[in-house]
């Protein structure tokens, strides 16, 4: 028998209480009411909680993931314009308009057109050429024009200029300053702008490079008034214009109906004489207006990298501010600069063509950088290749502290090749420049004339931005 107080008893009397189970006492109503309100209560708690997460979160995920991946798709394109597609004919005059107008039938009832003759002789084409010339030398020369068709003509422009005026904006550009006694001054200096595109997202502005230059902020006014910040997608310091683009979500609907992107015309099909209309800030408040002829059309004009038309114009206007030239179908044909000011000897404004620009506005529309090599050139003529020298761009200028400039390139060098390609014309160097990207290093060939001959030297040029 094993003793009293032996290890064999005690677990015995151990096991009975190990194989107990302990049970809560059941809960009463009240606590089960009390903690199923409890949870009610917290249930309630998170998903105000949640839903005031997802108010605060869902608009700062919109604008800063979805649109911004939104506007990242969507690339403005601008359509190039080609001198050879410009309109060769004469433009109509308004007497030529209304030649139908002062031509009325002899009878008020309907009159049968006469089958013309199957062939005609020469003798009788041109005899009958003749014979409506002079009607129609008749019929003006006998019509007298009025005040009321002068009023009518520049009517019709008033409209032309009253529909542009609708993209026709104004920039703030703001900028904080101190003055002696260190007290916080604000400066803001007004400028025109032309909405040249909307993407759906935003307005795209062309503006003077003053309106963003040092700039702390930009603010845009709409011709309805409603004010919106910009911001600066690109600017080019050659041309001297800048892109502003201002988020369509800053806008009510009817700002944004009512904003009309302005149409960049074909600045080639412009010929001396023609009417054309500035809009911008050409008395140098926005929203003015007037109107003139071009004197003169200037082309291939030497710029950096390429060559350009300038328009002569009798509008005295305010480039600084921001003035632009539209034709009579309301389509921007240039804007007035003041580069060639301390040049030109006339008191005609200066502008310059748009679509030797087209190209340029696109990169900046779309935030990329302009690329520059920094010289002044003109192609190399055919009666002086017979003479020998090497067919490419002649420099004329090697624009100082530029990347050509820096890489060893000189004036009176002969460019026939960039990162590979033969260049011949300017448009062959245009077309080359237009498909290089800043900060990457190419090759540029030149032709360098030496004591008895041309010599083949090669540079290594990194593309800069304007």
Request: aromatic share 6%; with cysteine; hydrophobic share 35%.
């Given at each position: 028998?094993?003793?009293?107080?032996?290890?064999?008893?005690?677990?015995?009397?151990?096991?009975?209480?190990?194989?107990?189970?302990?049970?809560?006492?059941?809960?009463?109503?009240?606590?089960?009411?009390?903690?199923?309100?409890?949870?009610l209560f917290l249930a309630v708690l998170g998903g105000g909680a949640a839903g005031a997460s997802y108010a605060v979160v869902t608009p700062l995920a919109r604008q800063y993931l979805v649109e911004q991946s939104t506007e990242e798709s969507v690339v403005v394109t601008i359509p190039?314009?080609?001198?050879?597609?410009?309109?060769?004919?004469?433009?109509?005059?308004?007497?030529?308009?209304?030649l139908e107008d002062l031509t009325?039938?002899?009878?008020?009832?309907?009159?049968?057109?006469?089958?013309?003759p199957e062939s005609l002789t020469e003798e009788e084409s041109d005899t009958e050429t003749e014979a409506l010339e002079d009607v129609i030398q008749a019929v003006l020369e006998d019509y007298t024009y009025s005040p009321r068709d002068v009023n009518g003509l520049y009517g019709a422009l008033r409209d032309v200029v009253q529909a542009a005026d609708k993209g026709i904006v104004e920039v703030h550009s703001v900028r904080q300053e101190?003055?002696?006694?260190?007290?916080?001054?604000?400066?803001?200096?007004?400028?025109?702008g032309v909405v040249?595109?909307?993407?759906?997202?935003?307005?795209?502005?062309?503006?003077?490079?003053?309106?963003?230059?040092?700039?702390?902020?930009?603010?845009?006014?709409?011709?309805?008034?409603?004010?919106a910040d910009g911001i600066i997608k690109q600017k080019d310091s050659i041309s001297g214009m800048a892109i502003v683009s201002v988020a369509v979500e800053q806008l009510d609907e009817g700002t944004v109906?009512?904003?009309?992107p302005l149409k960049l015309g074909n600045s080639y099909s412009m010929r001396q004489g023609d009417l054309v209309a500035a809009v911008g800030a050409p008395a140098g408040a926005v929203h003015s207006s007037a109107y003139g002829n071009i004197s003169y059309v200037a082309k291939s004009v030497q710029v950096a990298d390429g060559v350009t038309r300038l328009f002569?114009?009798?509008?005295?206007?305010?480039?600084?501010?921001?003035?632009?030239?539209?034709?009579?179908?309301?389509?921007?044909?240039?804007?007035?600069?003041?580069?060639?000011?301390?040049?030109?000897?006339?008191?005609?404004t200066i502008a310059m063509a748009i679509s030797d620009y087209k190209s340029?506005?696109?990169?900046?529309?779309?935030?990329?950088?302009?690329?520059?090599?920094?010289?002044?050139?003109?192609?190399?003529?055919?009666?002086?290749?017979?003479?020998?020298?090497?067919?490419?761009?002649?420099?004329?200028?090697?624009?100082?502290?530029?990347?050509?400039?820096?890489?060893?390139?000189?004036?009176?060098?002969?460019?026939?090749?960039?990162?590979?390609?033969?260049?011949?014309?300017?448009?062959?160097?245009?077309?080359?420049?237009?498909?290089?990207?800043?900060?990457?290093?190419?090759?540029?060939?030149?032709?360098?004339?030496?004591?008895?001959?041309?010599?083949?030297?090669?540079?290594?040029?990194?593309?800069?931005?304007?």
């Amino acid at each position: 028998m094993p003793e009293p107080n032996s290890p064999e008893k005690e677990s015995r009397e151990k096991r009975p209480f190990i194989r107990e189970k302990i049970a809560r006492p059941p809960m009463t109503r009240k606590q089960a009411a009390g903690r199923f309100f409890a949870w009610l209560f917290l249930a309630v708690l998170g998903g105000g909680a949640a839903g005031a997460s997802y108010a605060v979160v869902t608009p700062l995920a919109r604008q800063y993931l979805v649109e911004q991946s939104t506007e990242e798709s969507v690339v403005v394109t601008i359509p190039k314009d080609d001198p050879s597609d410009a309109q060769t004919g004469e433009t109509q005059s308004a007497a030529d308009v209304s030649l139908e107008d002062l031509t009325e039938p002899e009878s008020g009832g309907e009159t049968e057109s006469e089958e013309p003759p199957e062939s005609l002789t020469e003798e009788e084409s041109d005899t009958e050429t003749e014979a409506l010339e002079d009607v129609i030398q008749a019929v003006l020369e006998d019509y007298t024009y009025s005040p009321r068709d002068v009023n009518g003509l520049y009517g019709a422009l008033r409209d032309v200029v009253q529909a542009a005026d609708k993209g026709i904006v104004e920039v703030h550009s703001v900028r904080q300053e101190v003055d002696w006694f260190d007290n916080p001054v604000e400066t803001a200096g007004l400028y025109a702008g032309v909405v040249t595109a909307s993407t759906g997202q935003e307005f795209l502005i062309l503006t003077p490079e003053g309106a963003v230059e040092q700039a702390d902020s930009i603010k845009v006014t709409f011709a309805d008034g409603s004010e919106a910040d910009g911001i600066i997608k690109q600017k080019d310091s050659i041309s001297g214009m800048a892109i502003v683009s201002v988020a369509v979500e800053q806008l009510d609907e009817g700002t944004v109906l009512e904003t009309t992107p302005l149409k960049l015309g074909n600045s080639y099909s412009m010929r001396q004489g023609d009417l054309v209309a500035a809009v911008g800030a050409p008395a140098g408040a926005v929203h003015s207006s007037a109107y003139g002829n071009i004197s003169y059309v200037a082309k291939s004009v030497q710029v950096a990298d390429g060559v350009t038309r300038l328009f002569y114009t009798d509008i005295k206007s305010n480039a600084g501010a921001g003035t632009f030239l539209i034709n009579t179908s309301g389509e921007v044909i240039g804007w007035v600069t003041g580069a060639y000011d301390e040049e030109s000897t006339s008191d005609l404004t200066i502008a310059m063509a748009i679509s030797d620009y087209k190209s340029i506005l696109e990169k900046m529309s779309n935030g990329q950088p302009i690329p520059y090599l920094g010289i002044r050139g003109q192609e190399v003529s055919g009666a002086k290749v017979l003479e020998g020298v090497p067919m490419g761009i002649y420099v004329s200028e090697c624009i100082l502290e530029g990347p050509a400039y820096n890489a060893g390139i000189q004036n009176g060098d002969i460019i026939v090749s960039v990162d590979g390609e033969a260049v011949s014309t300017m448009k062959d160097y245009q077309n080359r420049m237009e498909a290089l990207t800043s900060d990457t290093i190419v090759t540029v060939m030149v032709q360098r004339r030496g004591i008895d001959e041309y010599k083949e030297l090669e540079y290594q040029v990194t593309v800069g931005a304007r």
